[in-house]
């Protein structure tokens, strides 16, 4: 374990930890948050998972009012009546609206602290939504997941383009990169304060940044078995190095003084 952040805090944020109706899914949700709370706690983070779904959203503050960063992980479509939306829609899926709530005003939270956060998959997804933007509900099938597979195998492989200059392309080291999807749904129209980080071969967003706080959202599943291997590891290396800069903001005053 790298000892250099055995003192910083990170919270995974799921979106519930049982889904009785689901097995087969819950399952595979839970090897994938599993696999984000490993390398973190490897790469020296002390690691705290909570479902937002099981506690309220002002518990959920309350738990994660400590955090040095946060993580929201991937699961079910966001509850449409936060971003204007109507239910209906194909392929929509359970909605956990506690989740959405509370995951909403952490993000708006760490907005005005200046809290890292990076979203995953449905995390990209509730950053939008907390900062104002809206979702396209179904996209029809394509490079985005495999469909009519076993739950194990929904994730499709495809690349995306990171845009030049990005904070997303520094961490990863190019702007071609490879990535693991699986989603149904896209961001639209962008929230206030975010500007798109990566386009898929078809033009849709796989990835936002907020242009002034260390917030990221990432469309894909870089904690994903087939993802490449070192893709989560340069994204949570990005997360410790904006979490030290943030250190730095805050220590000055003091210092000065």
């Known amino acids: 374990m790298n000892q250099e952040f055995t003192n910083r805090m990170l919270v995974v944020v799921e979106v519930t930890g049982a889904r009785p109706d689901r097995p087969a899914y819950h399952a595979k949700v839970q090897v994938l948050n599993s696999r984000v709370a490993a390398d973190a706690e490897t790469a020296g983070w002390a690691v705290t998972r909570v479902a937002a779904a099981d506690v309220t959203p002002v518990e959920l503050l309350r738990i994660t009012a400590d955090a040095d960063a946060l993580i929201i992980v991937g699961g079910e479509d ?5 971003y204007g939306g109507a239910t209906g829609y194909e392929g929509e899926t359970a909605h956990f609206a506690v989740a959405d709530e509370g995951q909403i005003a952490l993000v708006q939270r760490a907005l005005l602290l200046g809290t ?30 495999n469909i009519d597979v076993p739950i194990d195998q929904i994730l499709s492989t495809h690349d995306v383009v990171l845009a030049e200059g990005s904070t ?4 990863l080291g190019g702007i071609d990169i490879s990535v693991q999807s699986a989603h149904h749904q896209i961001v639209d129209r962008l929230g206030a304060g975010l500007a ?33 291997v070192d893709q989560l590891d340069l994204l949570l290396a990005g997360l410790a190095a904006q979490h030290e800069a943030r250190s730095l903001r805050v220590d000055a005053p003091a210092l000065a003084a």
């Open 78 to 82: 966001v509850t449409p009546h936060f």
């Open 116 to 145: 890292p956060l990076l979203g995953i998959c449905r995390g990209l997804q509730i950053i939008n939504v907390a900062l104002g933007g809206n979702l396209v509900q179904h996209i029809d099938d394509g490079i985005h997941k």
């Open 168 to 171: 997303l392309a520094a961490s």
């Open 196 to 228: 798109a980080a990566a386009h898929a071969s078809d033009g849709l967003i796989e990835a936002l940044e907020h242009e002034t706080a260390p917030i990221t959202g990432v469309q894909w599943h870089p904690e994903a078995p087939d993802s490449p």
